[in-house]
């Protein structure tokens, strides 16, 4: 048996700029109906994770209306309909966002930011040997935008200590660290020390 | 000057189960007006990264309609307005739906999922010792929910080939390993292997 709801009905609620919501009546493989079911859809996402030829991160920070704060992010952005992969966008983004350029970019991975409610998609991406090669253009929204590179020897401590406080940007980062081999599993079990004295 | 813009009127575009949208006209510090401005409210939620007494970590299955697929996952759930703390919602959320009580529950990190357009935060607490105590008592809608232990010591390879699908879940478990010190970051920089026939 399929895992798979029905879609009997789907009727837009509100589509704007920044917003595509619709209400679906849905049927459960155990034929229980589930209506209203809300459904927001929005543009894929890259963020990208570039290292500089001097092992540093590059950052941003930017402000953020829901949360009321300014927060540290990876530079990214939505994916244009003319994008072949999220390759294209990466380097896009980067370079309007930081004025830096990559020698390389690479593919870290795709992760569904809220697959229950929302349809979008957020890709990472990993920027190799980014050396700066212009200015920054900005779109509107971003104002007051600024960068910042911080050594990547530094960087997962500061993850521990709250540097990033969005889930979604902490989740590139530390992927891209992984599949790239930054970061490794202790040998140790170090997660419940109490069990040391079991012994 | 403040980074923050202000609000100068909100109004509720949908509010209902499961979702509470409004459309806000805003003023950044730089005198630009943006109207409508979507900001999308959320109870907040907990990610419980629990471990058994034989170094397994709990994940669940479930399906996510808005992706149309089943997902592997970390046990969860929102927080309710008795809750004093995450860790409250974490005892009851991993008790609910696996079937698991844990002999200590440590909070690990608060993260903003959306902070640009949604007000909500993601705890992520780690539960030490886990072990079945009582049978799963689903929610509507959490129907087909099943639950799964993975070796802690293949976690890390698994989420390497893609087993996490939801960014959020990836951010609460790689944090959870992180903060409790059971993954290190590489001594040496193994990001952009050609830089060492640089030298």
Request: with cysteine.
């Amino acid at each position: 048996m399929s895992d798979r709801w029905t879609t009997l009905s789907a009727d837009t609620v509100v589509k704007d700029r920044w917003i595509d919501l619709r209400a679906e009546s849905c049927l459960t493989p155990a034929g229980r109906e589930i209506s209203p079911y809300y459904v927001l859809s929005y543009p894929d996402w890259v963020n990208v994770v570039a290292i500089t030829p001097d092992e540093h991160v590059l950052l941003i920070r930017q402000y953020r209306h829901a949360a009321g704060q300014v927060f540290w992010e990876l530079p990214g952005g939505a994916l244009e309909p003319s994008d072949v992969d999220p390759i294209d966008a990466a380097r896009r983004e980067l370079e309007e966002e930081t004025g830096y350029r990559a020698e390389r970019i690479e593919f870290i991975t795709t992760l569904y930011p809220n697959p229950a409610s929302h349809t979008n998609r957020l890709h990472t991406c990993l920027a190799i040997n980014a050396s700066p090669v212009g200015t920054q253009q900005l779109e509107a929204g971003e104002e007051g935008l600024t960068v910042h590179k911080v050594p990547l020897s530094e960087l997962v401590d500061k993850l521990r200590s709250g540097l990033l406080g969005q889930a979604l940007h902490t989740s590139s980062l530390l992927m891209a660290l992984l599949v790239s081999g930054r970061i490794h599993v202790s040998e140790a079990p170090v997660i419940a020390p109490q069990r040391a004295s079991d012994k």
